[in-house]
């Protein structure tokens, strides 16, 4: 059986993966990638305590999680998307050019 210290630890390795990905990627496609690498490595520590605790809460609170990150991901592909047609490159040197 795995136990809680297996999905900690591969929930540790997830998220240290997207922290990378945020801090050391220029382009904003991966960026958002990685954003979403971390939510998914917090889903899986939630469902595994709530797992290994016998409380739902977790499991619920994921649904939670899920439902903002769909709404981040259309936010952010619109965004890219207009970042693209205007600039042809969605690399965030181009992005700090959208300021006012």
């Not at 210290?5 to 050391?24: D, E, N």
């Not at 439902?67 to 991901?73: D, H, M, P, R, Y």
Request: glycine share 6%; aromatic share 12%; proline share 0%.
């Amino acid at each position: 059986m795995i136990s809680l210290q297996h999905y900690l630890i591969l929930s540790g390795i997830l998220f240290t993966t997207g922290i990378l990905g945020v801090l050391l990627r220029r382009n904003a496609l991966m960026i958002l990638l990685s954003l979403e690498i971390m939510l998914n490595a917090v889903n899986l520590s939630f469902v595994a305590f709530s797992r290994f605790s016998g409380n739902l809460d977790g499991q619920i609170f994921v649904f939670f999680i899920m439902t903002i990150a769909a709404a981040e991901v259309a936010v952010g592909l619109a965004i890219l998307i207009t970042l693209f047609r205007n600039k042809k490159s969605v690399d965030t040197d181009y992005i700090k050019s959208l300021r006012w």
